[in-house]
């Protein structure tokens, strides 16, 4: 059972252009969450989604950030116009469906970086 | 907000040597949960420990957990040099919400 998995593992950008990361939950895992992590900090919630819904997207920027979880494929966390401040590491965690669940499991993330 | 705080910061001991990493935090909680983050790499989860239970080992980790005070300390024993890495609390205050994570321990362990 393969773990979850995040492409690409390392992604540069320039000032102004799109940033696309791709997350593939464990498999038979509905909910899916979106974490960024500043250098030397911890990781910080940006959005909890299950399939085809936004569960909670308190801690997404509302400007130039996105993300969906479509019924078939990946959850994507995309991000427009990419600024210098948006170079941080990705990370995404699935969990199974049910109420209750208490396990996040973590994808070896995106670091992105934007020059 | 940020709800979990590491302390301290960073610590840098021998091996063979014990070390302790506590975490803070504010509001109630449903479980604590520790995770190890080697440099550039991704999460480890180490051990959970549930609002209801005070203290819980696994292997050479040791978790302790005082909700009273809101806090819980990690105890690493006989520290081995590929322990080195940066150490985070994080807390869940209910089944499918988000975790909250501090700002990390950063433990160097020198031969």
């Known amino acids: 059972n393969a773990g979850v998995m995040q492409n690409p593992r390392h992604l540069v950008r320039r000032r102004g252009q799109e940033a696309r990361l791709r997350c593939s939950p464990m498999k038979g895992h509905s909910h899916v969450y979106w974490y960024r992590q500043l250098p030397e900090e911890g990781l910080k919630f940006m959005v909890y989604l299950q399939k085809e819904n936004i569960i909670d997207e308190s801690g997404m920027p509302k400007e130039r950030f996105s993300a969906e979880f479509p019924k078939e494929g990946p959850s994507i966390l995309r991000i427009q116009q990419v600024v210098r401040g948006d170079s941080a590491a990705y990370f995404c965690a699935s969990s199974p469906p049910g109420t209750g669940t208490d396990t996040q499991y973590f994808g070896p993330g995106t670091r992105l970086t934007v020059l | 907000s940020q709800q979990g705080e590491e302390d301290p910061q960073a610590l840098s001991i021998q091996e063979g040597e014990n070390a302790t990493m506590n975490c803070s935090y504010k509001?109630?909680?449903?479980?604590l949960q520790w995770y190890r983050q080697n440099s550039g790499r991704g999460l480890v989860h180490l051990i959970l420990?549930?609002?209801?239970?005070r203290e819980k080992h696994s292997g050479r980790l040791r978790v302790t957990l005082d909700t009273s005070k809101k806090s819980s300390s990690l105890l690493i024993t006989a520290s081995r040099a590929a322990d080195t890495a940066s150490y985070f609390c994080a807390t869940l205050s209910s089944g499918n919400t988000p975790l909250v994570f501090g700002k990390g321990t950063r433990l160097s362990v020198i031969a």
């Open positions: 509001t109630s909680i449903n479980n």
């Open positions: 420990i549930r609002s209801n239970e």
